[in-house]
């Protein structure tokens, strides 16, 4: 199985929104609607952010949301703020016990 | 609340076998969820290692599996990993991760594994 695409770097001022691309393919992003997001900050175990596609955690602002189109998630973040700049990792279910993750993306609030 | 904790040696040497234990707090093993293992070699990205089931049923990411061994100690509430004949490229930050379908979290804080002679 190969590694999820995402884009290496986003950026953007506070108060933008920003949106993260993840592309897989029909076995794993397109097939299964587990698709979930990481934020990891500097030194810091991943935390979860999105699951199940769209879906936050207790806890997570809901300036952070998700989606999906055929073979390709999105993480978007509404209204960026200082502390949201991390790097981002998607992954999915590729089904027969699989998972998959992405390259992770870095995210620079300008 | 659930917490994970990793433990085992920093240093393993070329060709060993890498051995790693995950304690887990705050929640029986034996219940609902699996169990998984994660690693991120240094300024590099996340890497599915493979995961385990509370009942000791394991899978795992099909470039490692000739190599990974998973197990769960009902017991002591822990799971373990053991990756053989290690080389540079399995030097690494390794996580352990309570998993649902789909997902891992929460996550441990990781430990740092370097293949070195």
């Known amino acids: 199985q190969s590694a999820l695409t995402q884009p290496p770097s986003a950026s953007g001022s506070p108060g933008q929104s920003v949106t993260i691309s993840c592309t897989g393919t029909?076995?794993?992003?397109?097939?299964?609607?587990?698709v979930s997001w990481y934020q990891q900050h500097p030194g810091k175990a991943p935390k979860l952010m999105i699951y199940?596609?769209?879906k936050r955690p207790s806890g997570v602002p809901d300036r952070f949301s998700g989606s999906k189109s055929g073979n390709t998630a999105s993480l978007t973040v509404s209204g960026i703020q200082a502390e949201d700049e991390a790097d981002y990792y998607c992954?999915?279910?590729?089904?027969?016990?699989?998972?998959?993750f992405g390259g992770g993306t870095k995210l620079t609030v300008l | 609340q659930v917490q994970l904790q990793e433990s085992g040696p920093g240093l393993v040497k070329p060709s060993e076998t890498l051995s790693l234990t995950c304690t887990v707090s705050?929640?029986?093993?034996?219940?609902?969820?699996?169990w998984g293992w994660i690693r991120q070699p240094p300024g590099k990205g996340l890497e599915w290692i493979g995961s385990?089931?509370?009942?000791?049923?394991?899978y795992c990411n099909p470039s490692l599996k000739s190599r990974v061994t998973t197990s769960v100690d009902t017991s002591k509430n822990q799971f373990s990993l053991k990756l053989s004949s290690v080389t540079a490229a399995d030097t690494a930050v390794y996580y352990c991760?309570?998993?649902?379908?789909?997902?891992?979290?929460?996550w441990g804080q990781g430990t740092l594994v370097i293949v070195s002679s």
């Open positions: 991760a309570a998993y649902s379908t789909g997902w891992f979290d929460p």
């Open positions: 705050g929640y029986s093993i034996s219940s609902v969820y699996h």
């Open positions: 385990i089931s509370h009942s000791g049923s394991g």
């Open positions: 029909s076995s794993d992003v397109g097939g299964y609607n587990y």
């Open positions: 199940e596609v769209n």
């Open positions: 992954s999915s279910y590729a089904g027969s016990n699989n998972f998959v």
